[in-house]
């Protein structure tokens, strides 16, 4: 009977870890984030996140810029698991939107990660090498790039939330030397029915790649870094500090902790004989 009480506790905590480990597919659905699509929380706690739902509206401002709902950078999410990032967005910004400024269309940015949380962009996800312009042409869909340079959009970041002060964030890649190739999806028919605005139209991205390209880039395994997308305009940018990897236990440690609180109660119960 001793014996039982810490497999049954093991097996509950393998349960519940077994649910945080749920293995993410790069398609374009987040349900396997474990997202409410009310308050765009997460339910894995594992998961850092930004919400910036502020639309529902066709002519919005949205802090820097104007544009709404088409404009808008609604959420983003990031997990380190099985040894690689996996990143998430919601906006409302069509991918295929053209790029022509001349015209007020501005098409989708790049992601690019900040690993000193210095304000400057070491690394660069291409996200659309195929926009007209062919500022992107040179560069591979879902490539991972050393950022030599990149371009800034219309306005400055304005998030008092940002780890670094205000300054011009990055909307595209215009050089950088190629390191590899991350896994990415992102869905160009839009979905309703997220958020307090339930028929705003929404895009989703995901993509991941392995923690091998940051460290190649300078990362040092341990260190906290962020991730920062918006459109090439910049009238709305998100950003998320994924949780580092030493800042949660993971899922076999956590099935650890029963047994080591078991062998300490048989061990008072011997002591108090």
């Not at 659309?128 to 050393?146: D, K």
């Not at 999806?185 to 940051?214: C, I, Q």
């Not at 609180?261 to 048989?266: D, S, V, Y």
Request: charged share 15%; glycine share 12%; aromatic share 12%.
């Amino acid at each position: 009977m001793k014996l039982r009480t810490p497999l049954l506790c093991t097996g509950l905590i393998l349960g519940g870890a077994q649910a945080w480990a749920m293995p993410i597919g790069i398609d374009g659905n987040l349900d396997d984030w474990g997202i409410n699509r009310t308050t765009w929380l997460p339910s894995d706690p594992r998961i850092h996140y930004k919400i910036e739902d502020q639309s529902g509206n066709a002519h919005a401002y949205l802090n820097p810029g104007w544009g709404g709902q088409a404009y808008d950078a609604e959420a983003m999410y990031a997990l380190i698991q099985g040894g690689r990032l996996y990143v998430a967005l919601v906006t409302g910004h069509d991918p295929h939107t053209l790029h022509k400024p001349g015209a007020n269309s501005y098409g989708a940015g790049d992601f690019f990660i900040d690993l000193g949380r210095n304000g400057s962009y070491e690394l660069a996800i291409n996200v659309n090498h195929r926009l007209p312009g062919g500022f992107e042409n040179a560069f591979i869909e879902g490539g991972v790039y050393r950022v030599l340079d990149h371009a800034i959009g219309l306005f400055p970041e304005t998030d008092l939330d940002y780890p670094v002060s205000p300054a011009w964030r990055p909307t595209y890649l215009t050089a950088g030397v190629y390191l590899g190739l991350a896994d990415l999806a992102y869905t160009t028919t839009p979905v309703k029915g997220w958020g307090a605005w339930t028929n705003d139209k929404h895009y989703f991205y995901e993509w991941s790649l392995g923690l091998d390209l940051l460290r190649s880039a300078g990362w040092d395994g341990d260190s906290p870094f962020n991730i920062h997308w918006t459109m090439n305009c910049a009238n709305d940018s998100i950003w998320v500090d994924p949780p580092g990897p030493n800042g949660v236990p993971e899922p076999a440690t956590l099935a650890l902790l029963p047994l080591g609180l078991a062998g300490m109660l048989a061990l008072r119960r011997r002591r108090a004989r």
